[in-house]
């Protein structure tokens, strides 16, 4: 039998055991909560409307056509709308951005042939130029994964004189002019991340300027992201946006479909196996889908958004305000693009599993700044959380 001293202090010490575990347990439940992350989606714009070169029936007009966009990307002046890009990223500070448009025009003299394309000076980078101002008073964002994609190179008749006389080329142009279209990933320095890739959609639209067959080359970027216990894979998109036809928006298999299809196709290679965004691990897919469901301008164009829905995705950034898009190509104060243009949604950000949650998301760049609109597509980002 426990003397009475024995069994106090017995009793005692089952008090501070009790008393310990529940000082415990605050501890353990705040390890438990969630890790969150910020992400953004942003759409730079290439810098001129393409739709003179889709169109171009001869290859005169596609060498005039030439011209006007390479014209209209030094007016649309990106060393400027950098500045303004730069602040909304680092007003907002995402640990991972997708941007789409990342353009690189490049010259070279007009008697050289345009294909394959092979000019090399360079005109406008807009990923060195955005990552200067981003990082202006010292490093904060780095290039993760950069995929270049659609590449072409044709004469440009920049003064429109078709004139071949003097120090004209053929068809009057003055130089070559070269655009290569880039999907790129920036990631905040500090951020742990992993296994970089890229890759190129198989179902492509095919279009024919001049007559001449061009696959307008589209694809995504990926890499797997670490916070803490916590990782997920983060994928960017840009799907087409050509196939805006009713019908007839000719494939690179050599079929013809109506609008929204070939988007739809590309949505579906995300997460089908063998895709970025397929498997059982955690996904935030973020990118210009070029589709949804609640603001379908036009019969079809919802078709991607809703393959993505039936795949599992769920919606994780806001449609208040709307982030597309101004109705002008030149982004001047007096181009005529107003904050009302924006009246549908094409940026998103998605994930693949029901348990993250949206804690909190916003549009950037509805507003003219230094002269300027950043780009004609707003800018999209949420805040996560990951359980």
Not at 162 to 169: A, F, I, M, R
């Amino acid at each position: 039998m426990l003397s009475h001293v024995s069994g106090l202090a017995l009793r005692l010490t089952l008090a501070a055991a009790v008393v310990a575990c529940a000082l415990a347990l605050p501890a353990a439940a705040g390890a438990a909560e969630p890790i969150t992350t910020t992400v953004m989606t942003r759409n730079v714009y290439l810098g001129a409307d393409l739709g003179p070169g889709t169109r171009a029936q001869n290859f005169q007009e596609l060498v005039n056509a030439a011209g006007t966009i390479l014209n209209e990307v030094d007016r649309n002046k990106f060393a400027v709308r950098a500045k303004g890009l730069a602040n909304e990223i680092i007003g907002k500070a995402p640990q991972v951005v997708g941007m789409q448009e990342v353009a690189l025009w490049r010259t070279q003299p007009c008697d050289k042939s345009p294909l394959p394309p092979s000019a090399k000076h360079v005109r406008y980078d807009f990923l060195q130029l955005l990552l200067a101002q981003l990082n202006k008073n010292g490093p904060k964002y780095h290039k993760a994964v950069v995929k270049p994609e659609f590449d072409f190179e044709i004469q440009a008749n920049t003064d429109g004189n078709e004139d071949t006389s003097g120090p004209n080329c053929n068809f009057g142009s003055e130089l070559n002019a070269r655009l290569t279209m880039r999907d790129v990933i920036i990631v905040r320095n500090g951020v742990e991340t992993s296994n970089p890739a890229s890759g190129t959609f198989d179902t492509l639209i095919q279009v024919r300027p001049s007559g001449v067959p061009i696959d307008v080359t589209r694809g995504w970027t990926k890499l797997d992201v670490k916070l803490g216990p916590e990782s997920f894979r983060f994928v960017n998109t840009h799907l087409e946006s050509f196939d805006s036809a009713k019908t007839g928006n000719h494939t690179n298999k050599g079929t013809d479909v109506n609008r929204g299809k070939i988007r739809q196709a590309q949505a579906k290679e995300l997460f089908a196996q063998g895709g970025p965004a397929a498997g059982d691990k955690r996904v935030i897919l973020v990118g210009d889908l070029n589709s949804d469901k609640k603001t379908e301008v036009q019969v079809g164009d919802g078709l991607a958004y809703k393959a993505l829905l039936a795949g599992g995705f769920k919606e994780r950034s806001t449609d208040s305000p709307l982030s597309c898009c101004l109705n002008t190509s030149l982004l001047t104060l007096a181009g005529g693009g107003k904050a009302s243009d924006f009246d549908h949604q094409v940026d998103h950000v998605m994930t693949n599993k029901a348990n993250v949650s949206l804690l909190g998301s916003s549009v950037t760049g509805r507003k003219p700044a230094n002269g300027f609109w950043d780009s004609d597509h707003a800018g999209v980002f949420s805040r996560l959380s990951l359980p």
